[in-house]
T-cell receptor, first 117, second 115 residues
């Protein structure tokens, strides 16, 4: 069965510092998708990125970047020059096919990130 | 603006009560999901539905049932609420894209307290 591990339960940094959130996954599938979601204090999870297993290129979107390494089964997320608005719980997730073929997501435990002014 | 709407943000129920959590999406998505979120455990899948009247158990279905009579609506039912079902419940939907795993769109969540 798929498994996602986010070993960092909580991280606290001072504004403008860079911070990396770790995500390690386990799967026997050769085709799969990895996701990151942000859950701000309001509660609604917001999609950040989707990556498929065939694309190991790193992705950058503004201050956000993602490092996907199949060799270590990791999909880490880095925020550069962090801001207070980045404070949230961040979830990493892995796709898992169901019996009927529908795709569902398995989530990690989440990392609570606090950015202090 | 695409949206997943959960009927109640906060509910307080008594042990043994029957509880209905309603979720509606306006994106014509085939797939709908109910997750439960607890501190330190992340999101755990309770049930999901890939079509009207079709459902499949997730990782923690015990004590729950679901209903999907219309494509846009997916209900989670607690037949006899217990205190260990106190939690945040999250509904989500996704477009069916074949072998591609679609992005999940989430509602704001329903925080249920069972006394």
């Amino acid at each position: 069965a798929q498994k996602v591990t986010q070993a960092q339960t909580e991280i606290s940094v001072v504004e403008k510092e860079d911070v990396t959130l770790d995500c390690v996954y386990e799967t026997r599938d050769t085709t799969y998708y990895l996701f990151w979601y942000k859950q701000p204090p309001s509660g609604e999870l917001v999609f950040l990125i989707r990556r498929n297993s065939f694309d190991e290129q790193n992705e950058i979107s503004g201050r956000y970047s993602w490092n996907f390494q199949k060799s270590t089964s990791s999909f880490n997320f880095t925020i550069t020059a962090s801001q207070v608005v980045d404070s949230a719980v961040y979830f990493c997730a892995l796709s898992e096919p169901s019996i009927q073929g529908a795709q569902k997501l398995v989530f990690g435990q989440g990392t609570r990130l606090t950015i202090n002014p | 603006d695409v949206k997943v709407t959960q009927s109640s943000r906060y509910l307080v129920k008594r042990t043994g009560e029957k509880v209905f959590l309603e979720c509606v999406q306006d994106m014509d998505h085939e797939n709908m999901f109910w997750y439960r979120q607890d501190p330190g455990l992340g999101l755990r899948l309770i049930y999901f539905s890939y079509d009207v009247k079709m459902k499949e158990k997730g990782d923690i279905p015990e004590g729950y049932s679901v209903s999907r009579e219309k494509k846009e609506r997916f209900s989670l039912i607690l037949e006899s609420a217990s205190t260990n079902q106190t939690s945040m419940y999250l509904c989500a939907s996704s477009l069916e894209e074949g072998w591609v795993t679609g992005e999940l769109f989430f509602g704001e969540g329903s925080r249920l307290t069972v006394l």
